[in-house]
């Protein structure tokens, strides 16, 4: 027996909203992506919501803003799917990779503060599995030393932590619409944020 890695199940409304997408010639960008943006935004409470082809890309264009050069460090979790540092070796920076929480399969707190060097530019929180890691104490220890904290946020759009929305604790959250998310638009993703320089 094969388990398969998604099976979104559509009922007889989504499948009227997706031919009505494909009738009115809009099968990129266009309103309905723009209503899309709205909702994320007001529902998370960022400044800024923007889509994109995906949430690799949300996580290329979030490392983009830091202008990473290389030498430059970015703290990851050991246990996360390619992607994560994928953008960082794509913007010409090196992932360092920090063990986990046993307890959560998160990122480890202790470890990210003890592999922070001179280089570290960012750490990437990502919230596994619908489980928001530590954002936090994360957020604290980003703060205090100075690097940016980015989320990837690719499994929690609806995730709350201390009751503030994942995706918000960063200087960007990235999101991901896979069919295997709770939300899918069968592929995509969504970059949020408050900083107007950013959004740019």
Same mark, same amino acid.
């Given at each position: 027996m094969q388990i398969p890695l998604s099976q979104p199940l559509f009922d007889e409304d989504e499948q009227r909203e997706v031919a009505a997408v494909l009738?009115?010639? *809009?099968?990129?960008? /266009? &309103?309905?992506?723009? +209503? =899309?943006?709205?909702?994320v935004r007001e529902f998370v409470g960022t400044r800024w919501a923007?889509?994109?082809s995906s949430c690799s890309t949300a996580l290329h264009l979030a490392l983009r803003t830091l202008d990473l050069?290389? /030498?430059?460090?970015?703290?990851? &979790?050991?246990?996360? *799917? !390619?992607?994560?540092?994928? %953008? !960082? +070796?794509?913007?010409?920076a090196t992932p360092v990779f920090a063990d986990i929480d046993r307890q959560t399969f998160n990122i480890s707190v202790e470890r990210v503060e003890s592999l !922070?060097?001179?280089?570290?530019? %960012?750490?990437? %929180?990502?919230? =596994?599995? /619908? =489980? %928001?890691? +530590?954002? &936090?104490?994360?957020l604290e220890i980003c703060e205090r030393r100075g690097i940016a904290l980015i989320e990837d946020a690719a499994c929690s759009l609806g995730a709350t932590v201390q009751g503030r929305p994942s995706g918000t604790f960063g200087r960007v959250g990235c999101f991901s619409f896979h069919p295997r998310k709770s939300i899918t638009t069968g592929e995509g993703g969504m970059i949020v944020g408050n900083d107007p320089n950013d959004e740019r």
């Open positions: 009738k009115s010639g *809009w099968v990129m960008q /266009g &309103p309905k992506v723009a +209503e =899309l943006e709205t909702a923007v889509a994109v050069k290389a /030498g430059d460090q970015v703290i990851v &979790p050991s246990l996360t *799917w !390619i992607a994560t540092a994928a %953008a !960082i +070796e794509q913007c010409g !922070i060097t001179r280089h570290t530019r %960012a750490v990437i %929180a990502v919230n =596994l599995f /619908g =489980l %928001a890691a +530590e954002l &936090p104490r994360l």
